[in-house]
């Protein structure tokens, strides 16, 4: 994992270099002095850029990048001005670099922040091969073209850890991107949970540790009588030897389609808490995930909730003592399947739990809090890395 004090921003563009050794980089034949390296294995996940924000204008002085796209170009004059303009079809406009390269014979890494087209995301459901088009221009001189054909993956895939032998990249944190606290789906959520319980307190504050769980129920109460059920189904995408990557179904999506799979229920899950001031944790296991949350700031002991039985009937597995007093009107099939969801999650964790010492691809504590310190925004959150007019293109 990354170290707290490691920015985001710097994390990735270190990425590219290591992921160029470690995934196979092919980068283009030198034209002219410059080439191309699309990391990994000339493949581009946008979710890398979208979960995080932009950069101020001139933050970079040779592009505020992911890394993912990196262009080496040799300075054949001292103060050499060079215009990099990068087009495909699923940007909403091209990604430009303005640089002046100081020094004659050095190579510099030029790094375009690709600016997505959310509609044109939005119609790629499956990996799909599209062709990006380099414009190189140094001074007033004529541009040079390269175009290189790659495999560009749909916003719902989240890459999460890139591996060769003993190298890796721990992309893990890449999860909490898809957990958004602003959604119009946790919206209704919290709306439809504060009519069925107007005595909780459904904001950010104190709270003791049964009005936490009590707020948490509420919200698998709406959940289940909106009629989301767990979907049977292996998110999984890749599993090495060379990439790791996962498919997740967005919060409109769940909540329209009233399904989701360990890791989409336990995303939305988390998004909500962490509207309601719940610090919680995504927690992957091999081929499966589960939620995690605090119930006191001292984060003594998590609770642990198994999302796959939301949507779950006729449990025999009876309430917490205590647990009652903090509701009314509650369902009791949405109570009896949360209180099965704790003591199921326990569980889980208790047989797991030795798993998360090792560095394993498939054994990933993700701390929501953390995520956000470190940078990860939600996918829709304003200042993203996307250009305003792709949101209408």
Partial sequence: MLSVQTPLRRFLALLACAIAGVAGVKPCAAASGWSISISPDDALYPVL??????????????????????????????????????????????????????????RYTLRPRLRWSRSALARIATPQNTVVEFRLQRGAAAAEVQRREIRLH???????????????????????????????????????????????????????????????YAVWEVL???????????????????????????HDDVWEERRANCIDGSLLLAAALERLGIRSVLLLVPRHALLA???????????????????????????????????????????????AALVAGQARYAREAAGFGQKKPDYQWIDLATARAYGIIPLAAPGAAVAAAGQSR
């Fill in 224 to 250: 289940q009588l909106h009629g989301v059920r767990y979907a049977d189904e292996d998110p999984g995408l890749a599993r090495g030897p060379l990439v790791w990557s996962q498919h997740v179904r967005l």
């Fill in 49 to 106: 850029d979208l979960s995080q924000r932009a950069g101020r204008p001139g933050e970079a002085r040779y592009g505020d990048g992911s890394g993912m796209i990196a262009v080496e170009v040799t300075a054949q004059s001292a103060n050499e001005a060079v215009h990099l303009s990068v087009s495909t079809a699923a940007l909403a406009e091209p990604a430009v670099v303005d640089a002046v390269l100081p020094r004659a014979g050095e």
């Fill in 293 to 339: 949350f605090h119930t006191d700031a001292r984060k003594s002991s998590p609770v642990f909730v198994e999302t796959t039985l939301l949507g779950a009937r006729q449990l025999a597995v009876r309430p917490r003592p205590g647990f009652v007093n903090e509701l009314s009107l509650i369902d009791s099939d949405a109570l009896e399947s949360f209180s």
């Fill in 154 to 216: 749909p916003l719902s895939e989240a890459l999460y850890y890139v591996r060769d032998g003993k190298d890796h990249v721990d992309l893990g944190w890449i999860f909490a991107a898809y957990a958004d606290p602003n959604s119009h789906v946790i919206d209704r959520i919290l709306q439809e949970a504060s009519e069925r319980h107007p005595f909780l307190s459904l904001k950010p504050g104190p709270r003791t540790p049964a009005q936490t769980t009590a707020a948490v």
